[in-house]
């Protein structure tokens, strides 16, 4: 039987022959949403501090900080190959100089088979392309791209400081270069539309983009949407699971079938996390209980825009 949505890791072990677990890295590059260029205060929801494991330390060379973090997913999951995952702020704002001495590092270390590169969509450009080229020659990239919302007023509110059009422009341009990219959304951002994960999902199907990250609004500990959700939690509408659910059966449903899905909750320590818990449920139990949604529902991937034909 055929599976109701394409798995990332479906698509690793095409390519790989097995599969191959990230490493987040910490390479020291800073956020034009944060050092002042765009703005000094980031994304309302922004908390980087919240996704670094232990060994993602910026004082520590990159290569330190992959042996560190090969050593622990060696223990832990008995794995041998890797990318190396360029996971804090974002990844390609540097002078190109800087970046290509930092990819090159991390490609040469042991067993790394290959390079995740997580960015804002107005921190490509043609020679961050050119750069991903010339590196791509020889190791594999991908790039994340942070695009949140295709909602330019959801983009404004969550002080993003880029518009839609951005994140397509740099879909494209990244395509054109033959870099595959893995968008990254967020659902239930505040101002939503009820449409939003069907228009969502069929401008990710239009994009060029060849996988997607989804995950919903979480609210974390020290962020500023943190300090807005305490003073007025009922400004804030944060999904319960079976809710999340349902929005991800609609996106799935108006996804083209050509796209991978990479993950649909993320992996924040619920000790600092604020809101919403999902108690117990990690990506696995997710994805069980999405595929049995979306049985009971008669939907997969692509399902509504075949319906939608004439
Ligand atoms: S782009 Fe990323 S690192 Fe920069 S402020 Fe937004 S969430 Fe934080």
């Known amino acids: 039987m055929s599976p109701l949505f394409n798995r990332a890791s479906a698509w690793i072990k095409t390519r790989f022959g097995r599969r191959v677990q990230k490493i987040p890295i910490d390479a020291g590059f800073s956020c034009p949403n944060r050092d002042g260029s765009l703005s000094g205060q980031g994304c309302l929801y922004c908390s980087n501090a919240s996704f670094a494991p232990f060994y993602s330390n910026?004082?520590?060379?990159?290569?330190?900080?992959?042996?560190?973090?090969?050593?622990?997913?060696?223990?832990?999951?008995?794995?041998?190959?890797?990318?190396a995952y360029f996971q804090s702020y974002s990844g390609t704002y540097a002078p190109v100089e800087t970046l290509r001495q930092k990819y090159r590092e991390a490609a040469d270390c042991q067993d790394i088979e290959g390079l995740i590169i997580a960015t804002r969509p107005d921190c490509i450009n043609s020679d961050i392309v050119t750069l991903l080229q010339d590196i791509a020659q020889a190791t594999f990239i991908r790039i994340e791209l942070g695009v949140e919302s295709f909602d330019d007023a959801v983009l404004a509110e969550m002080n993003r400081c880029h518009d839609v059009a951005t994140s397509l422009q740099a879909i494209s341009r990244l395509r054109s270069a033959e870099i595959p990219v893995c968008i990254h959304l967020i659902s239930g951002l505040p101002g939503e539309k009820p449409d939003y994960m069907t228009r969502a999902a069929r401008v990710t199907s239009e994009s060029g983009a060849d996988m997607v990250k989804l995950h919903h609004l979480q609210i974390i500990k020290g962020s500023r949407l943190a300090r807005l959700y305490a003073a007025s939690p009922d400004s804030y509408h944060l999904y319960s699971i079976e809710a999340y659910i349902d929005r991800v059966?609609?996106?799935?449903?108006?996804?083209?079938?050509?796209?991978?899905l990479e993950r649909f909750i993320s992996r924040i320590p619920v000790d600092q996390l604020v809101a919403p818990i999902f108690s117990g449920i990690d990506e696995?139990?997710?994805?069980?209980?999405?595929?049995?949604?979306?049985?009971?529902?008669?939907?997969?991937?692509?399902?509504?825009i075949l319906a939608s034909l004439p």
């Open 58 to 83: 910026p004082q520590l060379a990159i290569a330190e900080q992959l042996r560190q973090g090969r050593e622990y997913y060696q223990k832990r999951y008995g794995c041998s190959s890797f990318f």
């Open 249 to 260: 059966c609609e996106f799935v449903a108006n996804l083209a079938p050509n796209i991978y």
């Open 284 to 304: 696995s139990a997710f994805q069980r209980l999405l595929e049995a949604r979306l049985k009971t529902l008669g939907l997969y991937q692509g399902s509504s």
